[in-house]
């Protein structure tokens, strides 16, 4: 394995890539578990742009650290927006880098599998923007952090988990803050797998592997096909689910 030269760039993500080309991507905050923050969303916009851009990436491995896919933030002073901004100007920056990130995940024009090494409480949703989703038996899959905050959960999870849940599900889903259990994750047909922890990440190159034997171009069109629809669905809703919940979050400052 060896690691593309802009892999330095970025203090959430470790990347290794394969031969064959297939680029593992490590989400991460300080070696462990990989906290969300203001500047971890910045990397993520920059760095799915770039792996997206380069032709060495066969196929994208999306992963956690530890126990934990993504079920805390970091809001430590140098993690946090800049400080000089107002309210307005934050929620501004994240209804701009909200639309990119997802674009951004979605213009990756490789096949995509996740491997949800645990919990998935914040932005599970870049989760189901991948082709195929690998669990393991200690992941879980939630959108926790709106409602705990009083915000509206329309950031892209209103777009993708009704779409992955079918619109009655999805709904309970957002507005209970329903935790789904891998077990249960499996059986709605939110993963495709479930795994012991152990199996997990070598299951997931295994596919990878294979499918990165295929042609070039048969890769891309299967990624760049299967992805129209999000892509329309988020085109199309993405916009005002982020203004409504950035006027959800100024209503109760």
């Keep these: 394995m060896t690691a593309p ?16 080309g297939v680029l593992e991507m490590r989400l991460h905050s300080d070696g462990g578990p990989f906290r969300f923050s203001a500047v971890a969303r910045a990397q993520l916009i920059d760095a799915f742009g770039r792996v997206g851009a380069d032709r060495a990436n066969r196929v994208v491995i999306l992963t956690g650290t530890g126990d934990d896919w993504c ?31 997802l674009a951004a995940l979605l213009d990756v024009d490789v096949p995509m599998i996740a491997a949800v090494n645990g919990p998935a409480l914040i932005h599970s949703e870049y989760l189901l923007t991948c082709d195929i989703i690998l669990a393991a038996e200690g992941a879980a899959f ?17 777009v993708l988990w009704p779409d992955v849940l079918g619109s009655v599900r999805g709904r309970y889903f957002l507005l209970t803050q329903q935790r789904i259990e891998a077990a249960d994750a499996l059986a709605l047909g939110v993963c495709n797998e ?39 669905l988020v085109t ?11 006027v959800s979050a100024l209503a109760k400052a």
């Design 194 to 232: 479930v795994l012991a922890a152990e199996a997990l990440l070598p299951r997931a190159h295994a596919i990878a592997e294979r499918l990165a034997r295929q042609p070039d171009q048969t890769l891309r069109g299967a990624r760049v096909g299967l992805t129209q629809r999000l892509k329309r």
């Design 5 to 20: 030269g802009y892999a330095g760039d970025y203090s959430v993500l470790a990347m290794a890539r394969s031969e064959a």
């Design 142 to 158: 939630q959108d926790k952090p709106h409602l705990d905050n009083g915000v509206s959960p329309t950031d892209g999870v209103h």
């Design 236 to 246: 199309a809703d993405l916009p005002i689910g982020l203004a409504l919940e950035s």
């Design 71 to 101: 079920a805390e933030f970091d809001r430590s002073p140098a993690m946090s927006p800049d400080p000089a901004l107002t309210l307005a100007e934050r929620w501004g920056v994240q209804f701009r880098e909200g639309r990119r990130l």
